[in-house]
């Protein structure tokens, strides 16, 4: 038998018979995978509070014939105090799908762990806008994973643009005398200049940044329609963020 020991993010779960969990965990060596957590929805289960969503551990694993088997785990921070935040648990859970829905299974991304990390720990952290600390998620998981929008150039002629309008089946800007009739939204010099500040801010300068509500949430709707198509993917955790109006 051998053993493997990974420090990984809990996406999500599934229930297992009786009291048995499999967990999605983002994982530093192995990529995403899928592991079983026995008795792990038993009140007095040491795999108990390792094995819930958000929580980031070390977890020791052994690999049976399809899934990974949880022997050993502790954890590192459990990130539950998002919990005590509706708001926070909302965009939380929606953080956590993009990035399963983003990444391939055994496919290792250190940036897509590092990516999660930190953004949960602003989550439970830093009092910073929700929706900008979103559409700034967005933009950076979307990028990592191979799709980042083109926002410098057309992405027809390839000439600079400072306006024009995006176009989500490209994948970014497109001047004016390229535009056609396919779904595109409109962007101004101001709205380009806030997509730009938005795709090179880091997430530790969120707090510092003035940023326009209207311009943030129309480029949040670009920004959803682009990662919808680019991911085909429902999301469930997306109806419940579009109730939130904070
Ligand atoms: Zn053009």
């Given at each position: 038998?051998?053993?493997?020991?990974?420090?990984?993010?809990?996406?999500?779960?599934?229930?297992?018979g009786?009291?048995?969990?499999i967990?999605?965990?983002?994982?530093?060596?192995?990529?995403?995978?899928?592991?079983?957590?026995?008795?792990?929805?038993?009140?007095?289960?040491?795999?108990?509070a390792?094995?819930?969503?958000?929580?980031y551990g070390?977890?020791?694993?052994?690999?049976?014939?399809?899934?990974?088997?949880?022997?050993?785990?502790n954890?590192?921070?459990?990130?539950?105090?998002?919990?005590?935040?509706?708001?926070?648990?909302?965009?939380?859970m929606?953080?956590?799908?993009?990035?399963?829905?983003?990444?391939?299974?055994?496919?290792?991304s250190?940036?897509?762990?590092?990516?999660?990390?930190k953004?949960?720990?602003?989550?439970?952290?830093d009092?910073?806008?929700?929706?900008?600390?979103?559409?700034?998620?967005?933009?950076?998981?979307?990028?990592?994973?191979g799709?980042?929008?083109?926002?410098?150039n057309?992405?027809?002629?390839?000439?600079?643009?400072?306006?024009?309008?995006?176009?989500?089946?490209?994948?970014?800007?497109?001047?004016?005398?390229?535009?056609?009739?396919?779904?595109?939204?409109?962007?101004?010099?101001?709205?380009?200049?806030?997509?730009?500040?938005?795709?090179?801010?880091?997430?530790e300068?969120?707090?510092?940044?003035?940023?326009?509500e209207?311009?943030?949430?129309?480029?949040?709707?670009?920004?959803?329609?682009?990662i919808?198509?680019?991911?085909?993917?429902?999301?469930?955790?997306?109806?419940?963020?579009?109730?939130i109006?904070?």
């Amino acid at each position: 038998m051998s053993l493997i020991n990974v420090q990984g993010v809990v996406l999500k779960y599934i229930k297992l018979g009786e009291s048995d969990k499999i967990i999605t965990l983002l994982t530093d060596k192995l990529g995403k995978i899928d592991a079983v957590a026995h008795g792990a929805r038993r009140t007095k289960s040491k795999f108990m509070a390792s094995t819930q969503p958000f929580c980031y551990g070390e977890y020791q694993l052994h690999k049976g014939k399809n899934l990974y088997t949880i022997s050993q785990s502790n954890i590192i921070n459990s990130f539950q105090t998002i919990l005590m935040d509706l708001d926070k648990v909302a965009y939380g859970m929606y953080f956590l799908e993009l990035i399963d829905n983003i990444t391939e299974n055994e496919v290792k991304s250190i940036s897509i762990l590092a990516l999660i990390l930190k953004t949960l720990y602003i989550l439970t952290h830093d009092e910073v806008d929700l929706r900008l600390l979103r559409l700034v998620f967005d933009f950076k998981a979307i990028s990592i994973s191979g799709y980042m929008p083109q926002i410098v150039n057309c992405v027809k002629c390839g000439r600079r643009i400072k306006e024009g309008y995006f176009s989500i089946n490209r994948g970014g800007m497109i001047c004016t005398d390229c535009k056609d009739n396919q779904a595109v939204y409109g962007i101004n010099k101001e709205t380009l200049n806030n997509l730009h500040i938005i795709k090179n801010i880091k997430l530790e300068n969120l707090r510092n940044i003035k940023y326009d509500e209207k311009s943030i949430n129309y480029l949040q709707n670009i920004m959803t329609k682009y990662i919808l198509y680019q991911t085909e993917t429902d999301f469930k955790s997306l109806s419940i963020l579009d109730k939130i109006k904070r």
